[in-house]
């Protein structure tokens, strides 16, 4: 493919991408590929790494894209602060993690949401640039596909100079040849990416600030962690929101079918199972309460183990008040008014919030 030329670059010569996303929706692979897009299929120089954690599910995940003309070299090898194009794989980290630094006027914001770009202004408190909205997971869905194949047509898209040819063909030349059965899905996620993708321009009208890009500081570090970096904090995930992880399902209890086995609670990863003391059968035991979503990342382990399909698989969109509960849980101060709207009141973090668990179990 023959040359693509830049629409613009900084000061340092370089197009540079920025992609935020939580561990498990493709965001370390969204960014190779962009990496050898630039290289293989536009005739670019290209840089590519990525930045994430533990390898978890739910663990921030940064990837960095780095593109210069082929006559200049790339001599920068440190995280992208002021991005042309910024991927923001789930519309739940705004607010959460400062996904939104280092956004300037000439930034285009891509963002999974089934929000319009004016809603989705507001949650991201954009201060200028330009917001595309793509539904990923929506079209991921129904396409069979990932939300990187989906994010990736809608970041051709708003880039307004990288063509959808050169997407799918390196989707045909990487992923097509690792996973042949899904790659006509991941063409199909890409394309509706590609036409799904609508924005709208944002001047700077003084409603909001724009974020500087900081580095990220460990709380610890030589001067203050503990003596043999011991983590003293037993259960320190207990505060871990890993509800930006799921990709569109999640498990459904049915109490009436439940047995107490347990097989859930030791299944699943990230322990969202509240048991509590209770009566099973006419004897005392612990009894399943139901889960916390605030801790599930939609695995569905525990659908398969259950053996009397008291879990069940759901689309999460057709459980509102469970999504409502997950995104405002901070705003809840009556647990009756609660359970009036329908919801479980079970499906709290309250014992994990409380840090409970850590000392003793749920009470
Ligand atoms: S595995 Fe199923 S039956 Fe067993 S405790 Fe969990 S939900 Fe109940
Ligand atoms: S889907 Fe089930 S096993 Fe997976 S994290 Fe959620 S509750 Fe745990």
Redesign the pocket.
């Known amino acids: 493919m023959s040359q693509i030329r830049l629409p613009e670059t900084n000061e340092n010569g370089y197009y540079e991408i920025r992609l935020e996303s939580i561990g498990g929706l493709g965001a370390n692979l969204c960014g190779k590929l962009l990496g050898e897009l630039g290289a293989v299929y536009l005739g670019l120089n290209s840089a590519s790494f990525s930045s994430y954690g533990s390898e978890k599910r739910g663990s921030p995940v940064k990837a960095f894209i780095r593109w210069c003309g082929e006559d200049e070299e790339i001599r920068i090898n440190s995280p992208v602060e002021n991005p042309h194009i910024l991927g923001l794989f789930h519309e739940a980290m705004a607010g959460k993690q400062p996904v939104m630094a280092g956004v300037t006027e000439y930034t285009k914001v891509i963002v999974n949401t089934d929000s319009t770009p004016d809603e989705m202004r507001e949650k991201l408190k954009l201060h200028a640039g330009e917001l595309y909205c793509v539904d990923a997971l929506k079209i991921a869905m129904e396409a069979k596909s990932r939300i990187n194949m989906v994010m990736l047509g809608a970041i051709a898209k708003a880039s307004g100079f990288i063509p959808m040819e050169a997407i799918e063909q390196i989707i045909r030349d990487t992923v097509g040849k690792k996973y042949p059965q899904l790659l006509e899905c991941n063409l199909l996620g890409a394309r509706l990416g590609y036409e799904s993708a609508w924005g709208k321009a944002y001047r700077d009208d003084g409603k909001y600030e724009a974020v500087p890009y900081e580095e990220t500081k460990n709380r610890w570090g030589y001067e203050n962690a503990p003596i043999g970096g011991v983590n003293p904090r037993f259960g320190s995930t207990v505060s871990n929101d890993?509800s930006a992880s799921?990709e569109g399902?999640?498990?459904l209890f049915i109490q009436e079918r439940c047995i107490n086995c347990g097989l859930?609670d030791t299944?699943?990863?990230?322990?969202?199972?509240q048991f509590k003391p209770g009566e099973y059968k006419g004897k005392a035991a612990m009894v399943n309460a139901g889960?916390d979503?605030h801790?599930?990342?939609?695995?569905?382990?525990?659908?398969e183990?259950c053996p009397t399909n008291a879990?069940v698989a759901g689309l999460e969109r057709e459980h509102p008040d469970k999504q409502w509960f997950v995104r405002n849980k901070d705003l809840i101060v009556d647990r009756l008014e609660f359970e009036d709207a329908g919801a479980n009141s079970w499906v709290t973090s309250e014992s994990y919030l409380d840090e409970r668990r850590i000392e003793g179990g749920v009470v």
Not at 267 to 273: A, H, I, L, Q
Not at 295 to 303: A, E, I, M
């Open positions: 890993l799921r399902y999640i498990p859930c299944t699943c990863p990230d322990m969202v199972f889960l979503y801790h599930c990342k939609g695995c569905l382990r525990c659908v183990v879990l």
